[in-house]
């Protein structure tokens, strides 16, 4: 079993930044992707950034590249998600996840993961 728990969100003015940090617990190992995902009202959950130890690899959306920065830190099993430059576009609900993606294809696709946290919320005004 996994448990993972979110922290870090919250409001701010575009162009600001955030740090999000996901505390993981149960049996991480490095075969394990760990991923940011967001949802924002009326809209479908979509992948933002997915990091794999075993590949050494990050994959991001295109709407975040240069902006965002995924990382994970395997000692503590805490992954962040570094949020540069906000735009009120990356206003929803954030959401970390993990699970054992068989296709780095599949990186971003939300039905690859099994295991999600309770989310924290992101609001960028304008």
């Known amino acids: 079993q996994v448990q993972l728990v979110e922290s870090g969100g919250g409001s701010v003015q575009a162009g600001g930044s955030l740090r999000l940090s996901c505390a993981a617990s149960?049996?991480?190992?490095?075969?394990?992707?760990m991923g940011w995902f967001r949802q924002a009202t009326g809209r479908e959950r979509e992948g933002v950034a997915a990091?794999?130890?075993?590949?050494?690899?990050?994959y991001y959306a295109d709407s975040v590249k240069g902006r965002f920065t995924i990382s994970r830190d395997a000692a503590t099993n805490t992954l962040y998600l570094q949020m540069n430059s906000l735009e009120p576009e990356d206003t929803g609900m954030y959401y970390c996840?993990?699970?054992?993606?068989?296709?780095?294809?599949?990186?971003?696709?939300?039905?690859?993961?099994?295991?999600w946290g309770q989310g924290t919320q992101v609001t960028v005004s304008s």
């Open positions: 149960g049996f991480i190992d490095s075969s394990t992707f």
């Open positions: 996840a993990a699970g054992r993606v068989l296709l780095a294809a599949s990186s971003l696709q939300p039905e690859a993961y099994k295991y």
């Open positions: 990091h794999s130890t075993r590949v050494s690899a990050t």
